[in-house]
């Protein structure tokens, strides 16, 4: 097989239960040139390498692929819809800047308690969450209890009003799909112009109210606050809050999906969390690496000729980072296809890494830990109904749209 029609495999839906084996194939060669003139990269070292390469940009509107996908068109810098550039496909100074702005409402130095803040709020959801599982034989993780978590709080950190969620729901769910390569670059061009323009008002919408009527929340602090770097422009407000939003979203909904799923697989593994709550700590690493919920980072550009595993990448030319290939790249970790919850392995690629390493990953770990611990010590004897499960369509925010699990009963709250 060539790697371009591994490549193929890896984006077909019919694989997105095991692209695994596919991956194993891209690393023979760690840097593969495709047809459009675009570059893969798949072997850890040169993955991490290449993150922390300052002859790397985010920046999207330099990105050939981007363009020919049409995701530089009408203003929609391929961030997500109809929005100016956030800090995500920025490159220093200001992606530094911006993300400092936003980072001082949300984590060390200025606010180091904001997520620890949360913890004692979000083990009262997942106790709600899994209670109201008392009276049924089957549940849906993904809708019963890795969708509402997530959502509840970056909707409460935000200060997104309760009942708001299934507004907004269905325009995330079509800027999601408009991701889908599979789609033709028309059609993900009209879906993400349409969704982006509900989600851009309702973003506006509620940064004024937030200013007009602040609360603790993490937006009315933008809205208000005159940090010594200045206050945000409004238009990168109005777009860092929906890339709160949506990034906020998804990604952390299918690490506990996954990690649900895998813990199914693992029984051994699922009574040891069982029996010891302080592994989820290291297990949601694990998870990270053995099943993350981002498999790669498109549209990076080299803004010079870089030389890397024999190969030259050429100034211009687009990148995509395999992330799920390097995290199980054997020269990296041993056993790699193995779970092994307690391999205090924590280099892996889940988050990222270099400057744009997720802002949110302190929150996202937070909230697994304790979902994949209630999951483990409360449900008594689950089993899945199918293996796999079904997949979402995207071959990048990777994860199941339904986890059926029948159960014998709940077990009292701790
Ligand atoms: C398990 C859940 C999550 C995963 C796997 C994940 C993964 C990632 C990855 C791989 C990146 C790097 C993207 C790149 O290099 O272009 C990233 C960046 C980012 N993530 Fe997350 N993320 C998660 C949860 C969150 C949450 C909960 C938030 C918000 C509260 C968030 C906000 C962001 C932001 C704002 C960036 C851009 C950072 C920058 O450019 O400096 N993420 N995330």
């Known amino acids: 097989m060539t790697q371009a029609s591994t490549w193929e495999q890896i984006l077909d839906f019919s694989n997105r239960a095991n692209p695994y084996p596919f991956y194993d194939e891209l690393r023979r060669t760690p840097v593969t040139r495709l047809a459009d003139g675009s570059y893969l990269v798949s072997t850890y070292a040169e993955i991490a390498a290449?993150?922390?390469?300052?002859?790397?940009?985010?920046?999207?509107?330099?990105?050939?692929?981007?363009?020919?996908?049409?995701?530089?068109?009408?203003?929609?810098?391929?961030?997500?819809?109809?929005?100016?550039?956030?800090?995500?496909?920025?490159?220093?100074?200001?992606?530094?800047?911006?993300?400092?702005?936003?980072?001082?409402?949300?984590?060390?130095?200025?606010?180091?308690?904001?997520?620890?803040g949360m913890e004692a709020r979000m083990a009262e959801i997942v106790t709600d969450l899994v209670d109201n599982m008392t009276a049924q034989s089957r549940i849906d993780v993904v809708d019963d209890l890795a969708y509402p978590?997530?959502?509840?709080?970056?909707?409460?950190?935000?200060?997104?009003?309760?009942?708001?969620?299934?507004?907004?729901?269905?325009?995330?769910?079509?800027?999601?799909?408009?991701?889908?390569?599979?789609?033709?670059?028309?059609?993900?061009?009209?879906?993400r112009a349409e969704a982006g323009k509900e989600l851009r008002a309702f973003m506006e919408e509620l940064v004024e109210a937030h200013r007009r009527t602040p609360g603790p929340d993490l937006l009315s602090a933008m809205a208000t606050d005159d940090g010594p770097e200045g206050r945000m422009p409004e238009e990168q407000l109005v777009s860092t809050g929906l890339l709160l939003l949506i990034a906020g979203h998804e990604t952390t909904v299918n690490l506990i999906s996954n990690g649900?799923?895998?813990?199914?697989?693992?029984?051994?593994?699922?009574?040891?969390?069982?029996?010891?709550?302080?592994?989820?700590?290291?297990?949601?690493?694990?998870?990270?690496?053995?099943e993350p919920p981002v498999h790669f980072v498109p549209f990076r550009t080299a803004l010079d000729d870089i030389d890397i595993a024999g190969t030259t990448i050429p100034a211009g030319a687009s990148l995509t980072l395999v992330l799920a290939s390097g995290n199980r790249d054997p020269a990296h970790v041993a056993d790699p296809d193995l779970f092994i919850p307690d391999r205090?392995?924590?280099?892996?690629?889940?988050?990222?890494?270099?400057?744009?390493?997720?802002?949110?990953?302190?929150?996202?770990?937070?909230?697994?830990?304790?979902?994949?611990?209630?999951?483990?010590?409360r449900l008594e004897n689950p089993r899945m109904v199918s293996d796999p499960p079904p997949y979402r369509p995207s071959p990048f925010l990777r994860g199941p749209s339904h986890l059926l699990v029948d159960i014998d009963g709940i077990a009292a709250r701790h």
């Open 344 to 377: 205090r392995n924590n280099q892996h690629l889940g988050f990222g890494g270099g400057i744009h390493l997720c802002f949110g990953a302190p929150l996202a770990r937070l909230e697994a830990q304790i979902a994949l611990t209630a999951f483990a010590t």
């Open 50 to 116: 290449l993150l922390h390469d300052p002859r790397v940009s985010s920046d999207i509107t330099r990105n050939p692929a981007a363009a020919a996908a049409g995701a530089t068109a009408d203003g929609d810098d391929g961030d997500g819809p109809g929005m100016t550039p956030t800090f995500l496909s920025m490159d220093p100074p200001d992606h530094d800047k911006f993300r400092r702005i936003t980072m001082r409402h949300f984590g060390p130095p200025t606010t180091p308690g904001r997520v620890a």
């Open 149 to 191: 978590l997530p959502v509840t709080m970056i909707c409460e950190l935000l200060g997104v009003p309760p009942g708001d969620e299934q507004r907004f729901r269905v325009w995330v769910d079509v800027a999601l799909q408009s991701t889908d390569p599979g789609l033709d670059p028309e059609t993900q061009q009209e879906k």
């Open 260 to 290: 649900a799923l895998t813990l199914l697989r693992h029984p051994a593994e699922l009574q040891r969390l069982r029996d010891d709550p302080g592994l989820a700590i290291p297990m949601v690493e694990e998870l990270l690496r053995y």
